[in-house]
């Protein structure tokens, strides 16, 4: 037993290993292609103004100050020493405002939108995926579909202005916009996990309506093909219930594509996020981009496409990392 299971750990921590050194590879990869994007293709790097609007002397001393007149490759490694050795994102262009305060204040908005509206799309997905592949072609299956249909097809700001109308203005069910802290630090500020969930209740139903579409389809797809297999029909002539022979043997393997999927949707979710975030105000991540946009404040716009990639890199090692512990073969891949 000892010698079988030390091969098992080795595999694991291999594993882990390359994934860790893939993630740092991600990273680096993250930085440089952000920092051409946004600091070398641009005519204006950085959102410059042209030398006709500063003057000669003005834009020269500007272009020395952000160390635009050095090599590229030392420009590169001086945002890559700032990140990495520093971890700072750096300062906006507008304000001269920390970009590590104000993605600090933003994040925690867009983490509270991204994880409801994850968490709904699962709890609806799931069962609606499995009573969908039980029944294939039933009545129940296409009407599931149809709402799969419609969730992928209609986009997510309709949606929201749809259910701002509806559910809040003409109902006056839930809030039409805003956000509420939930833990308040000045007097009087709306604070709370109530107040919290009540004014974010709309924006996660958007936002997980296409996602929830989505994972619908891959979760039937995924069932129906796994209630195929060799090993659930043995369970079946073993005598197991139809419920363990579900929870066991077809639902634990289904799942882990759904896993998978679920890592790489991060970094659609956040982007999807910024539409829902628009719509109802929510002063995330999505919309200070909007901003920066608007002031072609460049560092604030690196900074935050740079802390969503490391998010999505996080995310993606921590869902390798699930899927190893839930099915071992890929221990040794």
Request: proline share 7%.
């Given at each position: 037993m000892r010698h079988a299971h030390a091969p098992g750990s080795s595999s694991l921590l291999a594993f882990l290993a390359?994934?860790?050194?893939?993630?740092?590879?991600?990273?680096?990869?993250?930085?440089?292609?952000?920092?051409?994007?946004?600091?070398?293709?641009?005519?204006?790097?950085?959102?410059?103004?042209?030398?006709?609007?500063?003057?000669?002397?003005?834009?020269?001393?500007?272009?020395?100050?952000?160390?635009?007149?050095?090599?590229?490759?030392?420009?590169?490694?001086?945002?890559?020493?700032?990140?990495?050795g520093h971890?700072?994102?750096?300062?906006?262009?507008?304000?001269?405002?920390?970009?590590?305060?104000?993605?600090?204040?933003?994040?925690?908005?867009?983490?509270?939108?991204?994880?409801?509206?994850?968490?709904?799309?699962?709890?609806?997905?799931?069962?609606?995926?499995?009573?969908?592949?039980?029944?294939?072609?039933?009545?129940?299956?296409?009407?599931?579909?149809?709402?799969?249909?419609?969730?992928?097809?209609?986009?997510?700001?309709?949606?929201?202005?749809i259910l701002s109308y509806v559910v809040g203005f003409r109902l006056g069910l839930t809030p039409i916009a805003g956000y509420c802290d939930l833990r308040g630090s000045r007097p009087g500020e709306c604070s709370g996990a109530i107040p919290w969930a009540y004014h974010l209740l709309l924006p996660w139903l958007t936002f997980s309506l296409l996602f929830a579409a989505l994972y619908i389809r891959l979760v039937r797809a995924n069932v129906i093909e796994t209630g195929v297999e060799d090993y659930v029909r043995t369970a079946r002539s073993k005598g197991a219930?139809?419920?363990?022979?579900?929870?066991?043997?077809?639902?634990?393997?289904?799942?882990?594509?759904?896993?998978?999927?679920?890592?790489?949707?991060?970094?659609?979710?956040?982007?999807?996020?910024?539409?829902?975030e628009n719509v109802f105000g929510l002063p995330g991540l999505g919309n200070r981009m909007i901003q920066a946009y608007g002031f072609d404040d460049m560092p604030l716009i690196t900074g935050i496409v740079m802390f969503t990639a490391i998010c999505v890199v996080v995310t993606n090692l921590i869902v390798d990392v699930a899927y190893a512990l839930l099915d071992p073969r890929i221990r040794f891949w």
């Open positions: 390359r994934r860790l050194l893939w993630a740092v590879f991600l990273f680096f990869a993250a930085t440089i292609v952000t920092y051409v994007l946004f600091w070398i293709v641009p005519p204006n790097p950085g959102g410059l103004k042209p030398a006709s609007q500063l003057g000669p002397s003005a834009a020269a001393e500007l272009r020395h100050y952000l160390r635009l007149d050095e090599p590229i490759w030392k420009q590169y490694l001086d945002f890559l020493w700032r990140l990495v971890q700072s994102l750096g300062y906006s262009f507008v304000n001269r405002e920390s970009i590590d305060a104000i993605v600090g204040h933003a994040a925690p908005v867009t983490a509270s939108l991204v994880l409801g509206g994850a968490i709904i799309w699962l709890c609806v997905s799931v069962p609606l995926g499995v009573l969908a592949a039980r029944r294939p072609r039933s009545i129940t299956d296409r009407a599931v579909m149809v709402l799969a249909l419609i969730g992928i097809s209609a986009p997510p700001f309709w949606i929201g202005l219930t139809e419920s363990r022979v579900l929870i066991h043997h077809v639902l634990r393997n289904s799942m882990l594509p759904v896993v998978t999927v679920f890592g790489m949707d991060v970094g659609l979710a956040i982007g999807t996020a910024l539409f829902t």
